[in-house]
């Protein structure tokens, strides 16, 4: 059993997210789905950022914080497609994250990452919040530092393909995002 914070997409914490915890529950882990948006969610990618910009980035970023604090130090970070900008505005603050699970989007790097420490990114393929370019820099930094970096790309599939109340979703690549996802949390994290 591991500890997981999912950070939400853009479009607010939806039915995909809760049923995302949902299943990661029913594995037999603690998951928390903080809403870093204050209740208010959004139809599509642009009334999401039409509602992050009225929000504001420091007001997620404190709620995300907020949410963390009571989470053990080894807490897993997740996120869905803005959820992996969450968690990489977190992510220097947790060097003990027992492991990063980067949903739709990339993140950089954190100098504080460990040797060791596993990262999995999942995208479409072409996905314009994974660039080709972003996935190569993030590989590159992975490398250097040691970190054990997954990459799994999805052909064809739309951008958010793992939410089901979408026209993005593709049930196939949803169902071997979320294998992949359990599969790498029921792995015993390295100190």
Sequence with gaps: MVHVALFHSVLGLRPADLLAAERLRRAGHEVVTPDLFGG???ATLGQGFRLLDRVGWATVARRARQSLAGMPDDTVLAGVSMGA???GEVWPERPAAAGVLLLHATADLPASARPG???QLHA???DDFAPS????ALSRAAQERGVDLKIFRYPGAGHCYTDPGLPDHDPAAAELTWRRVLDFLARRPTP
């Design 124 to 126: 479409a393929e072409p």
């Design 117 to 119: 420490l596993r990262v």
């Design 133 to 136: 370019e972003q996935v190569a």
């Design 85 to 87: 900008g969450v968690v």
């Design 40 to 42: 208010e969610t959004a």
